[in-house]
């Protein structure tokens, strides 16, 4: 008969070692862990306060040996009845910007499109001249990413950011080619939404990625590090 084990859960210098703890981790061919779930009692949470941004361990102990099987970063925390869902990241994965692998476009002047991808490799825009396309005037813009790692069931506003939840903001790829990267970008667990005003698209992807990323920024230091009472 093999030995029982329960597992044990370390948030920094906080340590939570209960049966009642569940959870799994994943990994890939090559063995290397790259993400872990947890589910625990919220009273536990509540006794305990762990730090939601601090360093976390996962390790399994049969009360005399303890093996360790993951450490990693908080991704996303769910509250659920009576309980709480913690996804976990490797810190290769934490706050990671994941590209699509392409772009697609709709009603965008040509000159626009080679003017972009000539920045996007490396030439100065004073070194870039298009025939027919200059840019301007200041307009504004509509931009919009998927974020991972957040859980969110209505609209929230962060300064000028908005988070929504799945699906309110993804119809905004909506006829864009080609249809795989079209797909990927609709599947956005949450949408961040951000108005700047720009001369070209480029310029407000840029202004608009660096508003998310502030928004995003603060909230992770607003984080509270325990479960809310209410």
């Not at 049966?19 to 509540?46: C, F, M, Q, W």
């Not at 990267?181 to 992807?205: H, N, S």
């Amino acid at each position: 008969m093999s030995e029982s084990y329960h597992l044990v859960v370390r948030f920094g210098d906080s340590e939570i070692s209960d049966s009642r703890v569940t959870g799994n981790v994943s990994s890939e061919a090559d063995k290397i862990y790259l993400t872990a779930e947890l589910v625990l009692p919220d009273e536990l949470l509540t006794a305990t306060s762990p730090d939601y941004q601090a360093e976390v361990e996962i390790s399994a102990s049969t009360g005399t040996d303890r093996h360790v099987l993951f450490t990693g970063y908080v991704d996303r925390v769910i509250p659920e009845e009576g309980s709480t869902r913690i996804s976990l990241v490797t810190r290769s994965r934490f706050m990671n910007e994941v590209s699509l692998g392409g772009f697609g476009y709709r009603n965008v002047h040509a000159g626009e499109i080679a003017w972009t991808m000539a920045q996007n490799v490396g030439f100065p825009p004073e070194k870039i001249t298009i025939q027919d396309w200059k840019p301007g005037p200041t307009e504004l813009f509509e931009v919009a990413t998927a974020v991972d790692g957040i859980f969110v069931d209505r609209p929230i506003a962060l300064g000028k950011v908005t988070l929504f939840p799945n699906g309110t903001a993804s119809g905004l790829a909506d006829g864009m080619k080609p249809d795989d990267i079209r797909a990927r970008y609709a599947e956005g667990p949450v949408w961040a939404l951000v108005f700047p005003q720009a001369k070209t698209l480029l310029e407000a992807e840029r202004e608009g990625v660096r508003q998310i990323n502030l928004a995003l920024a603060w909230l992770t230091v607003r984080t509270p590090t325990a479960p809310c009472p209410c």
